[in-house]
């Protein structure tokens, strides 16, 4: 059983998703993936070996719109 | 931690189908399956990366179904006539059963997707309907015809068929109903144009 953590953003363009890939290999965080077809802008994550709080701060310190998705 | 649930993987499965099949896959979004399962956005997300992942999965799923349905009790070293019959019975069962699958596999026929399904289809069907044919043109049952010859032929009156049953109507929107007496009365005739 897998822990997958989801969460709402505004990561909307190719840039973007550049600065959040750098962001994921900082925190060593391997898979990982935004899908920028969905309205939320879904970032999903799987098997983060951090807190779910520590996401959003990590990704909203990088000027991101970030809150877990319910 | 969010679980897997299979009854609600299930559920996404059927309910993405009935929704893709009844307003396109244009139209189609993870916000809207949620809301037709009852469900939230997020558990949709524990079971699949994005709505391409959801998509591809389904219709893969779908296809291997449907393959091991055709292809389950298929004898490679039938008759022409008999193995021909055989594929008959069971695709036409498959698509009578399933009448969602068929239109689902129609909505994605002129996407992007289309080509990793193709792989996952094409493969078994090429292996087994390959070796049925290399053995009834070794038998001298069949003359060597190029693919879309052949399958104009052996099945695509088969299929034609099918939509009219589905449609419920025929040419020039004639009702019509797909009985065996029809079904057979063309098969009979694809036989008779395919046999040597």
Not at chain 1, 36 to 45: K, Y
Not at chain 2, 139 to 152: A, Y
């Amino acid at each position: 059983m897998q822990n997958i953590l989801v969460f709402k953003t505004n990561i909307h363009s190719i840039e973007d998703l550049f600065t959040v890939g750098q962001i994921m290999t900082e925190i060593g965080i391997k898979d990982w993936n935004v899908d920028r077809q969905d309205i939320d802008c879904v970032l999903r994550i799987v098997e983060p070996d951090c807190s779910c709080q520590e996401l959003i701060d990590v990704v909203t310190e990088a000027g991101f719109y970030c809150q877990e998705l319910e | 931690m969010r679980t897997r649930n299979t009854q609600k993987e299930e559920l996404v499965k059927q309910k993405a189908i009935e929704l893709i099949v009844k307003e396109g896959l244009e139209n189609f979004s993870v916000n809207k399956l949620a809301k037709a399962c009852g469900i939230s956005v997020a558990t949709i997300y524990i079971y699949y990366k994005d709505k391409d992942d959801l998509i591809i999965k389904i219709a893969a799923e779908e296809a291997k179904k449907q393959t091991e349905s055709v292809l389950g009790d298929f004898d490679p070293e039938a008759s022409f006539e008999e193995g021909l019959r055989m594929q008959w019975k069971n695709r036409s069962s498959y698509m009578l059963q399933n009448p969602l699958s068929a239109l689902f596999f129609e909505q994605l026929r002129g996407s992007a997707y289309i080509d990793e399904i193709y792989d996952i289809i094409v493969t078994e069907f090429k292996k087994v309907m390959g070796a049925f044919m290399k053995n009834v043109i070794a038998r001298g049952e069949v003359e060597p015809l190029p693919l879309e010859v052949f399958w104009s032929v052996a099945f695509a009156p088969l299929y034609t068929l099918v939509r009219f049953h589905a449609e419920g109507k025929s040419i020039g929107g004639k009702p019509f109903t797909l009985t065996d007496a029809i079904l057979w009365q063309t098969f009979d005739h694809v036989v008779k144009g395919l046999r040597k």
